[in-house]
């Protein structure tokens, strides 16, 4: 892809190689009957290479990734490029406006709606609208996002890995802990990837927030998916230390409440769990009843629960098994100071200093 001739990208402008444009798409309109406008970067280097797409802000309250956008479109210039950088900066715009993940009023989930339809319901039109004009055109996709309210996820990417395509994108994200799985129907991931298109989802951190560390290791992430595609010839590919591909039913699950109460989180430090400890317990108000929550394999917490009320059904915990080599390579880590995922990557810890805003 590297000696292929630069093009101009066309969505219904055009930017020509060597530019670099800021564009506001039309996606919809508002009750008052103007327009609702995307914000895009269109950064079309001076040498031929991959198109690659960026994507932000189909959840509206997880911001983590609308920040990394916006200091990745600041950053290169077309100088720097080979092919052509395309970064949605927020594509749930309504979600975004109002601050929640779903397209108001209707509660439609955009990232269920990919490709979308030209005569259907709001979040199909916003689909088809962004799916159409930019995501169709990318060779390779990356689609940002958090947990969802009330929880945090530790960093980490979510690809199809059995697609080698696929694969090779979230190897070269760089990130340690890659959970294996096709997209839902309907997200942005699995339809663009089922239409050749490799893409990721990154999940970091919680909504509502920018999270300084989470954003630093995602912009290193976007880098090193340049230069591994040869898109950034400057840039550096990252060499995480170590990098878990998990998987299956069996690998990776939802620890639910199966009583309604209180919860109190008991784990850690460390997000490493071993068979048998306890994660939380959950109690009534009256402090006669207690649930003790085990863990029911070695593994590591990727998503907790952060609202502190539970009814049954409610998800506590995600948790993922990892094998013996990798937690003594955490734990080795850990003790020499040198991981940076039980302070940094998005979970309890991240609350220091933070909550009290
Ligand atoms: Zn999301």
Same mark, same amino acid.
């Given at each position: 892809?590297?000696?292929?001739?630069?093009?101009?990208?066309?969505?219904?402008?055009?930017?020509?190689?060597?530019?670099?444009?800021?564009?506001?798409?039309?996606?919809?309109?508002?009750?008052?009957?103007?327009?609702?406008?995307?914000?895009?970067?269109?950064?079309?280097?001076?040498?031929?290479?991959?198109?690659?797409?960026?994507?932000?802000?189909?959840?509206?309250?997880?911001?983590?990734?609308?920040?990394?956008?916006?200091?990745?479109?600041?950053?290169?210039?077309?100088?720097?490029?080979?092919?052509? !950088? =395309?970064?949605?900066?927020?594509?749930? +715009?309504?979600?975004? %406006? *109002?601050?929640?993940?779903?397209? $108001?009023?209707?509660?439609?989930?955009?990232?269920?709606?990919?490709?979308?339809?030209?005569?259907?319901?709001?979040?199909?039109?916003?689909?088809?609208?962004?799916?159409?004009?930019?995501?169709?055109?990318?060779?390779?996709?990356?689609?940002?996002?958090?947990?969802?309210?009330?929880?945090?996820?530790?960093?980490?990417?979510?690809?199809?890995?059995?697609?080698?395509?696929?694969?090779?994108?979230?190897?070269?994200?760089?990130?340690?802990?890659?959970?294996?799985?096709?997209?839902?129907?309907?997200?942005?991931?699995?339809?663009?990837?089922?239409?050749?298109?490799?893409?990721?989802?990154?999940?970091?951190?919680?909504?509502?927030?920018?999270?300084?560390? !989470? =954003?630093?290791?995602?912009?290193?992430? +976007?880098?090193?998916? %340049? *230069?591994?595609?040869?898109?950034? $010839?400057?840039?550096?590919?990252?060499?995480?230390?170590?990098?878990?591909?998990?998987?299956?039913?069996?690998?990776?699950?939802?620890?639910?409440?199966?009583?309604?109460?209180?919860?109190?989180?008991?784990?850690?430090?460390?997000?490493?769990?071993?068979?048998?400890?306890?994660?939380?317990?959950?109690?009534?108000?009256?402090?006669?009843?207690?649930?003790?929550?085990?863990?029911?394999?070695?593994?590591?917490?990727?998503?907790?629960?952060?609202?502190?009320?539970?009814?049954?059904?409610?998800?506590?915990?995600?948790?993922?098994?990892?094998?013996?080599?990798?937690?003594?390579?955490?734990?080795?880590?850990?003790?020499?100071?040198?991981?940076?995922?039980?302070?940094?990557?998005?979970?309890?810890?991240?609350?220091?200093?933070?909550? *009290?805003?």
């Amino acid at each position: 892809m590297t000696d292929s001739e630069p093009e101009s990208f066309r969505y219904e402008g055009e930017v020509p190689p060597g530019e670099k444009r800021h564009v506001r798409y039309e996606i919809g309109e508002t009750y008052l009957g103007d327009p609702v406008e995307m914000p895009v970067t269109i950064l079309n280097g001076e040498a031929g290479g991959p198109t690659v797409g960026l994507v932000a802000g189909i959840h509206g309250d997880e911001l983590n990734g609308v920040k990394v956008l916006q200091e990745v479109a600041a950053e290169y210039g077309p100088g720097d490029l080979h092919g052509t !950088l =395309v970064c949605l900066h927020v594509v749930n +715009v309504p979600g975004y %406006l *109002a601050q929640q993940r779903d397209i $108001p009023i209707y509660d439609q989930d955009l990232n269920r709606s990919f490709p979308g339809r030209e005569r259907a319901n709001t979040a199909e039109r916003m689909a088809h609208e962004v799916y159409r004009r930019f995501v169709s055109q990318c060779d390779l996709v990356v689609d940002f996002h958090t947990s969802t309210r009330n929880r945090t996820t530790m960093y980490h990417v979510r690809a199809d890995t059995l697609n080698p395509d696929v694969e090779r994108l979230a190897a070269a994200f760089g990130a340690n802990v890659i959970l294996a799985g096709a997209g839902d129907d309907g997200s942005l991931r699995g339809t663009a990837t089922r239409d050749g298109i490799p893409t990721i989802t990154v999940e970091m951190g919680k909504a509502h927030r920018f999270q300084r560390p !989470l =954003v630093e290791k995602a912009l290193e992430g +976007v880098e090193s998916v %340049l *230069a591994a595609y040869d898109a950034l $010839p400057d840039g550096e590919v990252a060499q995480p230390r170590w990098q878990e591909v998990l998987g299956g039913n069996q690998e990776k699950r939802w620890l639910r409440a199966d009583t309604g109460g209180l919860v109190q989180m008991e784990w850690g430090p460390t997000p490493l769990v071993h068979e048998g400890e306890t994660i939380c317990t959950i109690s009534d108000h009256f402090s006669t009843e207690e649930h003790v929550v085990e863990a029911p394999f070695t593994g590591i917490l990727v998503g907790i629960l952060e609202n502190p009320v539970a009814a049954p059904g409610h998800p506590l915990c995600h948790l993922a098994r990892i094998d013996a080599d990798t937690h003594a390579e955490i734990e080795r880590e850990i003790e020499t100071g040198e991981f940076d995922g039980y302070r940094l990557l998005g979970l309890r810890w991240m609350g220091d200093g933070e909550e *009290a805003e």
